[in-house]
């Protein structure tokens, strides 16, 4: 039983690799079709627990792909699979600095709200991601200067920027999950302030405020019910 254990286990490890390698190799394809044309479809394969650091370490090719990505991060039901909590939050620290402009940016907060709307909050990585993507945006275009000078009313919490970095992801690596967990705590302790003035800055505070009652009012009433 014991061999036979050991082969299973075996097996499944080289499984996953295989299945790393050859999205690994599909993003070398791409790497070398962007030196030709711009118009890169995005990486086909299907996403697993396997590859998904890799997919989303390839986001940057395609903002069809890095939505893919996004979407079947958030998704993922944490609780019926915390084995696989850490390979989740290092993907999206990867997938975080990939939004290549403003409009990407707008767009992928509407989607992972609506997602939260979906799937709700507790049992998904929805605001992990969010607080990820709004700290690395927030740090990459000195928000901090813009919201002193246009915004001083705005109190905004920046403790994680001490953390950011554009290889955060591959930096945390040879971390305990305990520590990486107290990143995303800081990283989701500083994004209300920054998602508040953020969405005030991009006009899109009614449709955000507009998803987060409907959050609260869902989570208020299953309080309720308990």
Not at 35 to 55: A, F, K, P, R, Y
Not at 85 to 96: E, G, M, T
Not at 132 to 142: F, H, L, V
């Amino acid at each position: 039983a014991t061999q036979s254990s050991t082969i299973d286990a075996s097996s499944s490890s080289s499984s996953s690799y295989e299945t790393s390698i050859a999205v690994y190799l599909e993003c070398l394809d791409m790497i070398s079709a962007s030196t030709i044309t711009t118009e890169i479809v995005g990486l086909q394969s299907d996403i697993s627990h396997d590859n998904v650091l890799v997919m989303a370490s390839c986001a940057s090719f395609s903002s069809k792909h890095s939505r893919r990505v996004e979407t079947w991060i958030a998704r993922q039901n944490v609780r019926d699979e915390s084995s696989h909590l850490r390979i989740l939050l290092l993907s999206s620290l990867a997938l975080a600095p990939k939004c290549r402009n403003e409009i990407e940016m707008k767009e992928s907060v509407v989607n992972l709200f609506d997602i939260m709307l979906v799937a709700g909050i507790n049992d998904t990585l929805c605001l992990e991601l969010i607080a990820a993507k709004i700290a690395y945006w927030w740090d990459s275009r000195n928000m901090n200067d813009m919201s002193a000078a246009a915004h001083p009313i705005q109190r905004v919490t920046t403790m994680s920027s001490f953390l950011i970095s554009s290889n955060l992801c591959f930096e945390v690596q040879s971390l305990p999950n305990k520590e990486i967990s107290a990143i995303f705590d800081l990283l989701i302790a500083d994004l209300p302030g920054k998602l508040a003035l953020l969405c005030q800055t991009w006009k899109i505070s009614d449709d955000i405020s507009n998803r987060a009652a409907r959050l609260c009012k869902d989570a208020t009433s299953k309080r309720k019910m308990c």
